[in-house]
């Protein structure tokens, strides 16, 4: 079993629509959870940074983190097209861990 | 600011020929620095990583190596490359103590 899974899609969606990507983890003592977002040939992006359960905010971004059922997620609200990209969730067991780990990434398209 | 630069972008070489692939970071000292995989399709693997100067650690035994000559430079180096060593070689920096990663624009390596 991954420590880490994460449905790889792709997830196709009209603008404007909410989207939601999900990350399921096994190690009960991962602690920071973050979303990177990938653009196609480029480097991840730090999107999102949680520290353990509930929720925060950021414009149109929202990330989740619920410990209990070990799930994380990220919703995007006003889809558009410029979110076009993969996701990846991240997590490690303390914020100075040598190394995070990653899911397999989400492909999203949002379709004008 | 800081800073992070990977070259090169693309990468063609041949099964049996050497690598080497280099990484500098700007703007800050004494960062943690990640060298990252990323096959098609699939997660990412931490490959190495170098919280000092000369200090390196490997996550997975391979066809790899790497090294820190000096306190902003992070290289990639193969002797004799595999097809399998195929994928999206990704630089990533960290300031100690710092949320999340921040990545390097890649390098993609094919070998034929």
């Known amino acids: 079993q991954k420590e880490v899974e994460q449905d790889p899609g792709p997830l196709s969606v009209p603008e404007g629509a909410i989207v939601s990507l999900n990350c399921t983890y096994s190690n009960s003592a991962f602690q920071y959870f973050m979303w990177y977002r990938q653009y196609s040939r480029k480097g991840p992006e730090l999107l999102m940074y949680?520290?353990?359960?509930g929720n925060k905010e950021d414009g149109r971004f929202t990330a989740q983190v619920d410990k209990s059922s070990k799930y994380i997620s990220l919703f995007i609200r006003d889809s558009q097209p410029s979110d076009s990209a993969t996701y990846l969730c991240?997590?490690?067991?303390?914020?100075?861990?040598?190394?995070?780990?990653f899911g397999q990434g989400t492909r999203l398209t949002i379709n004008p | 600011s800081q800073t992070i630069h990977q070259w090169p972008a693309t990468l063609v070489q041949p099964v049996g020929s050497p690598l080497s692939l280099e990484c500098t970071v700007e703007?800050?000292?004494?960062?943690?620095l990640y060298w990252y995989r990323q096959a098609a399709g699939r997660g990412l693997q931490l490959l190495f990583y170098?919280?000092?100067?000369?200090?390196i650690s490997s996550e997975v035994p391979q066809n790899l190596s790497a090294s820190r000559p000096q306190d902003r430079q992070f290289i990639l180096s193969s002797k004799k490359l595999l097809l399998s060593d195929s994928g999206f070689y990704l630089c990533a920096w960290r300031r100690g103590g710092s949320r999340g990663y921040t990545f390097g624009s890649g390098t993609r390596l094919t070998v034929v």
């Open positions: 949680t520290y353990s359960s």
């Open positions: 170098s919280v000092g100067i000369g200090q």
């Open positions: 991240a997590m490690s067991v303390n914020q100075g861990a040598q190394k995070l780990v």
């Open positions: 703007g800050t000292s004494n960062p943690n």
